[in-house]
């Protein structure tokens, strides 16, 4: 019997950087990204409807929309589903303490341009 594979949704409003996560995480996780907010929230609340969640969600902090695109998703998805499981990815993760991130309402917090091996264990401890 063959496990299914963990769903990841990713926003990113970088086009190329959605695509090296899907190069780099497809084979492992089914992976669906998106762009924005809007894309975020309704594409997991129709795979919640469609009986498809999502495992884990990862959020860039800055977006096309807002510089804080991220923690709007993330409270936005919150109203959706109190259980998400959002993490925040972004190159300034260090700017902000573990307290702070929870306080968004994230689980936990991924830096950006890491290895994949580096990236895969961040993403395999939030599962």
Known sequence: MTEEKKRILIMDDEESIR????????REFDV????????AVNVYAAGRSSGEPFDL???????????????IAVHNL????????????????????ENEIRSFGFV?????AQSTGDYLSAIRSFL
């Open 19 to 26: 695509r090296m996560f899907e190069r780099m995480l497809s």
């Open 32 to 39: 669906v990204t998106v762009e924005d907010r809007f894309d």
């Open 57 to 71: 969600v990862l959020l860039d902090l800055e977006g096309k929309h807002d510089k804080n695109e991220g923690r």
């Open 78 to 97: 919150l109203r959706v589903d109190q259980d998400v499981k959002a993490v925040l990815h972004s190159s300034r993760v260090c700017q902000f303490s």
């Open 108 to 112: 936990g917090a991924i830096q950006k």
